[in-house]
């Protein structure tokens, strides 16, 4: 590894980033370190998802799946595309079951998307579970109206194996609520 002292400069850029922390908390205030999740397998990463180069921007959702617990780690590989893992336990193994990005700018509805990136999943009480993603303002020169609202954030209901899109991606006009 690399040794710093206090003081040392670090140039630092996304393109470095290709694992994820865990860290655990019962009660908000003592924090475990489980250490990293490698994900990225490109770019000098380890990781099970071969094809990305990077793991910006997590989410992790807790599902069952055929009757089994399961936990996925969506993740977007830069700006190009959302990628998932699973894993029987918030701590792994890992594993890439699809073998690509699950999300890209060819996955239908996602015209208009300049960034597929930043997922947030939501599992409802139901089981059915949605992923929301995307931003960027289109076009080389964004009127006013694309500024204030880009229509570039989607949303898309997830598959019953939390692995796979269930019908086309809609645009969503994000709200921040607080």
Known sequence: GVTYKKGDVIPNNFSYITSLRVVSSAD??????????????QNGGTGP??????????AIAYNKVNG?????????NDASGIGVLEADTPLGPW????????ITG????????????????????????YIYFGGGIPGASPTQEQINNPKSARVA??????ISIDGDTSTNDMVCVL
Do not use: R
């Open 157 to 162: 209901k997830l598959g019953a194996d939390m």
């Open 95 to 102: 594993k890439d079951p699809i073998g690509k990005a699950l």
């Open 28 to 41: 908000l205030m003592n924090w475990t370190d489980h250490g990293e999740i490698q994900v990225a397998g």
């Open 49 to 58: 998802a071969e094809w990305a180069s990077h793991a910006w921007a997590p």
């Open 106 to 129: 060819q996955t239908p509805g996602c015209e208009g998307v300049v960034w597929c990136f930043d997922p947030a999943v939501l599992v409802d009480d139901d089981g059915s579970a």
């Open 68 to 76: 089994k617990d399961k936990f996925f780690l969506y993740f977007a």
